[in-house]
C-alpha cells in the first residue's frame, strides 16, 4: 500500500502493537503474485532474489528510520533557535542571529542531552523530509517518483479487482482447457458472443464509476476498517498455506516448478520489490511507538518474519499448482480436480478477497495520488492550484490513466513487476539512501556535536559503503531489467 499508514497520528502503542502494524503495513497485494513469479524464475533463483531485497530493503528501511531521527533533531533545533531569537530582540532590540555553526548544544544543552533531540517524537513524512534535506531538483524527483509508484498501484488495483469478479462471474466452461480459460471464451453459456475479456473491461468501467468518485473528496480509512482488512488478509493468507500444505502432504500436488529461469529475473525482482515496499509509510507506523530503543531489532524482526511468510507461501504454491494464476487466490477457485475442491466459502473467500480488500484501499491510495500530484505541480509552478483545477482536474488526471491501463490489460503481475521494478527500486532503495546522507550532512551543520557521539537511531549500516552499495544495487537492478526487456520484448 502506497502514501499513506492510515495510524491516527494522536495515538501511541506499544512495540508489540507496532511490530504487528508494520509487519501487516509490509505484507500487501504483492504476496499473491509471487506464487507466479517464483515458477516463471525457478524456486531456486526466486528464494535467492527474494531473500536479497528483503534484507536490502531492511537495510533501506534503517536509512528511513535514521532520516526521521535527524528530521525530527534539526526541527527542534529550528524551534530552539527562533524561540531564542524572539527572547534576544525582545531583551536586547536587535535581532541576534544564531548561525548554524554555533555552540547550540555547548552553552544551552549538555552533551548527554544530544539524544534527546534525535527521539523520534513528531511525525514527519518522507515528502517532508525530502523539502528539509533534498535541493528543489531532488524534490521534485522525489514526487515524480511516489507519483508513478501510486498510479502503478492503483493500476495493479483496478485490474485485480475486475479480474477477481470476472473469474468468479464467469460461468462458461470450456472442456478442452478448462483451466486455463482464454480472453476469447464466452463468460457465460447464455451469452456466446460476451467474451471473457469485454466482461472484464464492463468490470473496469463498473468499478470505476463506483470507487472512482470518491477521490474527488476526502475520506480516510478508519481504525476498525483497518482492522477488517487486517484481519481478511491474514485468514486468506493462512487459508491458502495451510490448503497447500495438506494437500501437498496427501501427494495431490501437480507442480513441478523449474530451478532457475534467468530470462525471467525482472518479474521476480520487480514483483519482490512491490512486496517488500512499505518505506514510505514507515512514518506514520513507528512514530506512534512508545518505546523504540530497539527498534531496529523490531523492523529486523518484521522483514524476516515476512521474508519467511512470502517464502512458504511461494514455494508451496510452484510445488501445489502447475501453473500458478498472477492472482494466487483464483488457483483455490478453478480446480478441476473434485477431490481437491475446498469448501464453498473457503472457493469464493479466497476469491474475493482482493475485491474486498482492494476496493477498500482504492479511494485512500487516490487521494494519496491526488494530493502529490498537486504538491508537485505547485512546487513547479509556484502557486496554489485554483479550486475547480484541485476539485475536478487533478481527480480526472489521478482516474483516468490507471483505468486506461486496466481496460487495456488485465496482466496484474506484469503491472506489479514494472511498478516495482522502477518506481518501486527509486523509493525503496535510492531515495532513503539519498535522504539519510543528506540527513547526516545537514545534521553535521546544524548540530556539530552530533558526528562525536552515538545516536539513537543511527542505522547498524551506518558507513558511507552501505549507502553506495544500495545505490549500486538499484541501478544495477534496473539496468539489468531493462536490458533484459529489450532482448527478450517481454
Known sequence: MAGDSHTDPGASYSSTVGFLFIFNLIVGTGALTLPKAFSEAGYVLGTIVITLIGFMSYVSATFVLEAMSNANAVL???KFDEEHEEEDDRIAGQRQEIVEHSPLINEREPIGETDSLFQIKRRIE??????????????????LAMVVYLYGDLSIYSTAVPKSLRDVACTFVNESHPLNMTDKDPCWPSSPNLSRANAYRIFVVVF???????????????????????????????????LAVIWIAQGRNEGHP?????????????????????????????????????IHGLVFGDFGSVLILYLVLAL????????????????????SDPTQVPPIFVRYFLALFPVFTLSST??????TLR?????????????EMPWKVEKIVLPLITLLPPITIALLTDQVQFLVGVTGSYAGVAIMYIIPAMMVFCSRKHVAKVIPLAVTVRLPYRSPFHHVFWIYLTNIWAVAAVTIITVNHIIYRK
Open 208 to 242: 470505476a464509476f463506483t470507487l472512482g468518485p470518491f477521490t474527488f473528496f476526502n475520506v480516510q480509512k478508519t481504525k476498525y476498517l483497518q482492522v477488517v482488512t487486517s484481519l481478511t488478509r491474514w485468514l486468506a493468507i493462512l487459508m491458502m498455506i495451510i
Open 258 to 294: 523449474k530451478v532457475a529461469q534467468l530470462n525471467a529475473f525482472p518479474n521476480i525482482f520487480g514483483t519482490a520489490v512491490y512486496a517488500f515496499m512499505c518505506h514510505h509509510s514507515l512514518p506514520g507506523v513507528v512514530t506512534p511507538i512508545k518505546r523504540k530503543n530497539r
Open 316 to 335: 508451496t504454491g510452484v510445488f501445489l499448482f502447475k501453473e500458478p494464476k498472477d492472482l494466487y487466490t483464483l488457483n483455490f477457485f478453478d480446480i
Open 76 to 78: 527542534k533545533v529550528k
Open 126 to 143: 518522507l515528502g517532508q523530509m525530502a523539502g528539509m534535506f533534498f535541493t528543489k531538483v531532488g524534490a521534485y524527483l522525489f514526487y
Open 371 to 383: 494530493n502529490n500530484i498537486r504538491t508537485l505541480f505547485e512546487m513547479i509552478l509556484h502557486r
Open 362 to 367: 482504492f479511494p485512500i491510495v487516490g487521494i
